[in-house]
Structure formats: structure tokens, C-alpha cells
């Protein structure tokens, strides 16, 4: 069993910043990708945030400048700061450990941005 669990359950106001953190236990010890989703009410889940073993990193054209995504493989922990968080922002924020073909997700935490 795979489990990722999402830390920080924020309500910000805009222009605020907040860190989530995700961290992974169980039989895989290493993912090839990790990264952030994000699902808003009545919207379909978007990748965020995504950092490959190799350090490469890809982001969601709404959040560049924002957002950074950043790994910590021995503690199989994957972060992401948001910086000058708007309203538009608000979503839950989900986890996500890729191995290969095989995805496994965290169960979101909600973020709100509102003044």
C-alpha cells in the first residue's frame, strides 16, 4: 500500500502565501514524478505543479512566477510553495506519486483565497 498524505488546509487572503507538503509512505520508496493537482468546483481536475526525478519541472501557464514545486527524496516529500495567491486559486489541491505507469494520489486539501 502507497499512502500520500497532504499537509496545510489554508483560507488566505489574496496576495498571501501558503506551502503545502505531501508525504509518501509505504512499499514505494522513489517516484519518477511527483507533483500538484488542483480541482475548483464545477472544474475539472489541472496539473499544478510537476518535478521529475531528474529535477525538471513543468507548471500550469496561470501559476508560473507563483508557484514553485520542490522534492526532498529522502524524506519522499514533495512541496509547493504559492506565493501571490488570487481568489481564482482556490481549489483542492491534490498529491500525486508517479511510478512508472502506476499513479497514486493523495486525498486533497483545500485551499481558499478570499479576503
Known amino acids: 500500500q502507497v499512502l500520500l498524505v497532504e499537509s496545510v488546509v489554508g483560507l488566505v487572503q489574496p496576495g498571501g502565501s501558503l506551502r503545502l507538503s505531501c508525504t509518501a509512505s509505504g512499499r514505494v520508496r522513489f517516484f519518477n514524478t511527483m507533483a500538484w493537482y488542483r480541482q475548483a468546483p464545477g472544474k475539472q481536475r489541472e496539473l499544478v505543479a510537476a518535478?521529475?526525478?531528474?529535477?525538471?519541472?513543468n507548471y500550469e501557464d496561470s501559476v508560473k512566477g507563483r508557484f514553485a514545486i520542490s522534492r526532498d527524496v529522502s524524506k519522499n516529500t514533495v512541496y509547493l510553495q504559492m506565493n501571490s495567491l488570487k481568489p481564482e486559486d482556490t481549489a483542492v489541491y491534490y498529491c500525486?506519486?508517479?511510478?512508472?505507469?502506476?499513479?497514486?494520489w493523495g486525498q486533497g486539501t483545500q485551499v481558499t483565497v478570499s479576503s
Open positions: 518535478m521529475s526525478s531528474d529535477g525538471t519541472t
Open positions: 500525486l506519486g508517479r511510478v512508472i505507469t502506476s499513479d497514486y
